[in-house]
């Protein structure tokens, strides 16, 4: 059983940066596929950006490529969301998510595990 809670969300004005983190529970972390997804108020939960285990493969959202980078610590069992150019539209709750294999997908069923998210909330 892997728990994974989330932290650094906040308000910030548009342009601006925040960094999100996941941190995990378990010994096997750097065995797991992390994604990161998230959900708007009245929309689904969309796809953000993944990693695989050993940071060999990245994949982002073409909303957030070349604004957001997504990054791990396995030795402290943290992955890492950084959010630059932040604009309105990324307002939403951020949501990791780790699978049970050295993958990434896009697919929410693809992951096992998910945090209770945190919010981010980008104003004018």
């Known amino acids: 059983q892997v728990q994974l809670v989330e932290s650094g969300g906040g308000l910030v004005q548009a342009g601006g940066s925040l960094r999100l983190s996941c941190a995990a529970s378990?010994?096997?972390?750097?065995?797991?596929?992390v994604g990161w997804f998230r959900q708007a108020p009245g929309k689904e939960r969309e796809f953000v950006a993944a990693i695989t285990g050993r940071s060999a493969t990245t994949d982002y959202a073409d909303s957030v490529k070349g604004r957001f980078a997504i990054s791990r610590d396995n030795a402290k069992n943290l992955v890492y969301l950084q959010m630059n150019s932040l604009k309105p539209e990324d307002t939403a709750v951020y949501y990791c998510a780790a699978a049970r294999a050295d993958w990434i997908s896009r697919a929410r069923g693809a992951y096992d595990y998910w945090g209770q998210g945190t919010q981010v909330t980008v104003s004018l």
């Open positions: 378990g010994r096997t972390f750097s065995r797991y596929g």
